[in-house]
């Protein structure tokens, strides 16, 4: 036999992840109801932060958020360089007490009686978070993806998830964004807290509880 299988191997000792706490990410049971959206955060030349849809979960909603960038007048390598900021874990240099780097891209929340929220300086590695609640509200960066989208190749498009957590106040509050490297000053949008609580009454369980018999 020309390729034999491989030897056989030791089970790995190293204790499993810990699952992400209700607090981190929308559940895993339920299918979010979409409120279509179709906000603009911010456009620039070289940059577009645009809100299409929300999620809405039993817990909290996923606010799903595009970056959307091109070349323009951008020499092939500061374009590059733009591209791979978008990308948290590729920024040094946040540090407590020191002014943030024009690289990070940031997202928070505020609502009406001044709570806020913010994605400074989260922790992406789930074996650092804590599994007891933190104080809400809590805005959690879900990884990013890049979306395939034909067209220019001196383009791209990257999708992140802001989990908000609890689900917000009935009541209009804030989105915010500001990313200096890419030409984005401090942007707010206004969402809308009662259309997401409204929406999450249409949350469907993706393994139903079956109807209990009398």
Not at 32 to 44: C, D, E, F, K, Q
Not at 61 to 67: A, G, K, R, T
Not at 106 to 132: M, S, W
Not at 139 to 158: E, H, N, Q, W, Y
Request: glycine share 8%.
């Amino acid at each position: 036999m020309f390729f034999e299988p491989p030897p056989a191997q030791e089970e790995s000792t190293r204790p499993p992840k810990p699952g992400w706490p209700p607090w981190a990410a929308p559940p895993s049971d339920e299918m979010g109801a979409v409120l279509v959206s179709g906000l603009v955060l911010a456009r620039t030349p070289n940059v577009a932060i645009t809100v299409p849809t929300i999620q809405a979960f039993s817990t909290g909603c996923l606010i799903n958020v595009d970056i959307v960038t091109r070349r323009q007048a951008l020499s092939s390598d500061d374009f590059q360089a733009l591209q791979l900021v978008v990308f948290p874990h590729m920024i040094t240099g946040v540090r407590a007490g020191q002014p943030l780097p024009d690289q990070l891209l940031r997202f928070g929340v505020r609502f009406a009686g001044g709570a806020k929220a913010t994605t400074v300086g989260q922790r992406l590695d789930r074996t650092q978070l804590p599994q007891d609640p933190p104080p809400g509200p809590h805005l959690s960066l879900l990884f990013p993806g890049m979306s395939m989208r034909s067209g220019d190749d001196d383009a791209g498009v990257m999708t992140w998830g802001l989990w908000l957590w609890p689900s917000p106040p009935r009541e209009r509050f804030e989105l915010a964004v500001e990313w200096p490297v890419g030409g984005i000053e401090l942007s707010i949008v206004e969402l809308d807290g009662a259309a997401i609580a409204a929406a999450a009454q249409q949350v469907v369980s993706y393994w139903p509880e079956p109807p209990q018999s009398r």
